[in-house]
């Protein structure tokens, strides 16, 4: 696998010059992992951050009661667990591949150096933490918010956006997962989406996703209407 390459296309090394991006090569290591197989779990010593080369893993909590909430989910490209690298902190919640799922992983001490010695990176880092910041608001703020009609609307016109702003897209995760991200469970997540189809707001066939009335998920999603 040719590291420097997979770096050079993702936004945290935006602006490194090639021998940067040979430096950061040489402390990766790659992992892979099966679906549903652990990355690291709750409490455990934060020792290093990843990056998602290919699948997708899922960051998530879990109640005294053994309610997941899932809080993130992370495709090709992106980088996870990074706070504790900056706080020297343990890991706050659970990490796990979502699919057979292959990561870059680096060490904590050896990118601390790096940032040390190139500034540039430790920008695009906090770049890329500030949107994060920005995206858990969001998420805090339709839990806390929203009542769920309201955030699956939200989570649709999420992904057509996504998706280029086309009204016809596949779910990127199983309607179980979506229960747990949305705050929810599935049988409650069922009744919704049938109440938008009775609505004419969506068409559904299996994971496949019709937009039919894109103004009226935007109302339903702003609270200004209701199922």
Same mark, same amino acid.
């Given at each position: 696998m040719d590291i420097r390459k997979h770096l050079s296309q993702v936004d945290l090394f935006n602006g490194l010059s090639l021998q940067q991006l040979?430096?950061?090569?040489?402390?990766? %290591?790659v992992k892979e992992y099966r679906k549903s197989e652990p990355v690291f779990s709750d409490g455990d010593e934060g020792i290093g951050f990843y990056l998602v080369i290919s699948g997708r893993v899922k960051v998530y909590k879990v109640s005294p009661d053994g309610k997941e909430?899932?809080?993130?989910i992370f495709g090709p490209g992106q980088p996870f667990a990074e706070v504790p690298v900056f706080e020297g902190s343990r890991y706050p919640a659970n990490g796990e591949a979502m699919d057979h799922s292959r990561l870059f992983f680096f060490p904590k001490k050896d990118f601390v150096k790096l940032i040390h010695d190139n500034p540039s990176l430790a920008m695009n880092m906090m770049a890329s933490l500030s949107q994060r910041l920005k995206q858990f608001s969001h998420l805090i703020e339709a839990l806390s918010l929203k009542e769920v009609p309201g955030r699956l609307a939200s989570y649709l016109l999420y992904l %057509?956006?996504?998706?280029?702003?086309?009204?016809?897209?596949?779910?990127?995760?199983?309607? %179980?997962?979506l229960a747990s991200f949305l705050g929810t469970i599935p049988e409650t997540l069922s009744r919704i989406f049938t109440k938008m189809t009775n609505k004419e707001l969506v068409r559904i066939n299996g994971p496949h996703i019709t937009l039919v009335d894109r103004t009226g998920l935007e109302d339903l999603a702003e609270g200004e209407s209701k199922l």
């Open positions: 040979d430096e950061v090569a040489r402390i990766v %290591s909430q899932i809080m993130h %057509s956006d996504k998706n280029g702003s086309i009204d016809q897209f596949e779910l990127d995760i199983a309607k %179980s997962q």
